[in-house]
């Protein structure tokens, strides 16, 4: 059973430039949530992707977008890199459609973005 | 919004001992969830408990949902414990996948 795998791990861009960062959730999973960790802080939580629809939001601007694709998969979009965007993203997965899963999380193991 | 406050900040143990971490939070959650981060970033579940008290190996949990506090206890401590200790929350009445993050506990266990 496959756990939550995300592309690339490591990638290093210059300001102005944009990133596709993407996700794939554990078998079963149904949504999928991003998350910026910055050197030494927590993670904070960017948007939340269920039936293809953006459902929540946090507080990062529009430069951050996303897709979910129809078998559950994500892409995080960040254009016109700024050198604050530089981070750890994280993606972590849930199920909203099935209760007893509880609504756990569980994050992959991140991509590391440098930007230049 | 909700505030989540982890102690202590930092902690340095030798081999073999126990110690015991602390997570406050300022408002009624739906979720509660305990994590490490390994040296190379991965996130990995301990728990998951919004209330109660679980145990896995030298690790348990307990969560009093209505003092708003969860605690992490490490027995018999590793050196492959060291790393960072996330506590995160679900806010009552909050989409599932929006976990608040406390700034964490930074663990070294030394040989």
């Known amino acids: 059973d496959a756990g939550v795998t995300q592309s690339p791990t490591h990638l290093i861009k210059t300001r102005g430039q944009q990133v596709t960062l993407r996700c794939s959730p554990k078998s079963g999973h149904d949504t999928v949530s991003w998350y910026q960790q910055a050197l030494g802080q927590g993670p904070q939580f960017i948007f939340q992707?269920?039936?293809?629809?953006?459902?929540q939001r946090g507080n990062f601007p529009d430069r951050f977008s996303g897709h979910q694709f129809p078998n559950y998969s994500s892409e995080l979009n960040v254009n016109a890199l700024l050198l604050g965007d530089s981070a750890l993203y994280l993606c972590?997965?849930?199920?909203?459609?099935?209760?007893?899963?509880?609504?756990?999380?569980?994050f992959g193991e991140g991509s590391r973005l440098t930007v230049l | 919004g909700i505030q989540v406050e982890q102690s202590p900040p930092d902690l340095i143990l030798q081999e073999g001992a126990n110690s015991t971490l602390r997570c406050n939070f300022s408002d009624s959650v739906n979720n509660l969830q305990w994590f490490h981060q390994n040296p190379w970033g991965q996130l990995i579940n301990l728990f998951y408990i919004p209330s109660g008290t679980k145990q896995n190996g030298r690790l348990s949990a307990t969560t009093v949902a209505t003092e708003r506090y969860s605690l992490l206890y490490i027995s018999s401590s590793q050196t492959t414990d060291s790393g960072v200790y996330f506590c995160a929350v679900v806010r009552y009445g909050g989409s599932q996948g929006n976990l608040i993050f406390g700034k964490g506990t930074k663990l070294s266990v030394k040989p």
């Open positions: 972590a997965s849930s199920s909203r459609s099935d209760r007893r899963l509880a609504g756990e999380l569980f």
């Open positions: 992707y269920y039936e293809e629809e953006e459902r």
